[in-house]
Nanobody, 115 residues
Framework: QVQLVESGGGLVQPGGSLRLSCAASESIFSVYAMGWYRQAPGKQRELVAAITTGGTANYADSVQGRFTISRDNAKNTVYLQMNSLKPEDTAVYYC?????????WGQGTQVTVSS
């Protein structure tokens, strides 16, 4: 059974920080590279950060230097540390495997950056 449960979103002022968490099924987490995606109102969903099973991370240019993705293999959990947040980071954030596997999306977690 596929499980992707995101948490940690909220309202934060510009320049602030949040840490998102995603608990995933072991069947997915142990096999696939994992990614954090976001979808802002009226925009397409985009991949902002990804991490391989071995821990190699990659980032979209828009978040490079501000966001850090990590994974805890013992807990089947992937994290997204978001610093220096900007209003344009406002979106619903989702985690999912980067490629392959079941086409399943969790409920996401809302991040709102506003003063």
């Amino acid at each position: 059974q596929v499980q992707l449960v995101e948490s940690g979103g909220g309202l934060v002022q510009p320049g602030g920080s949040l840490r998102l968490s995603c608990a995933a099924s072991e069947s997915i987490f142990s096999v696939y590279a994992m990614g954090w995606y976001r979808q802002a109102p009226g925009k397409q969903r985009e991949l902002v950060a990804a991490i391989t099973t071995g821990g190699t991370a990659n980032y979209a240019d828009s978040v490079q230097g501000r966001f850090t993705i990590s994974r805890d293999n013992a807990k089947n959990t992937v994290y997204l540390q978001m610093n220096s947040l900007k209003p344009e980071d406002t979106a619903v954030y989702y985690c999912k495997q980067v490629s392959g596997g079941p086409d399943y999306w969790g409920q996401g977690t809302q991040v709102t950056v506003s003063s």
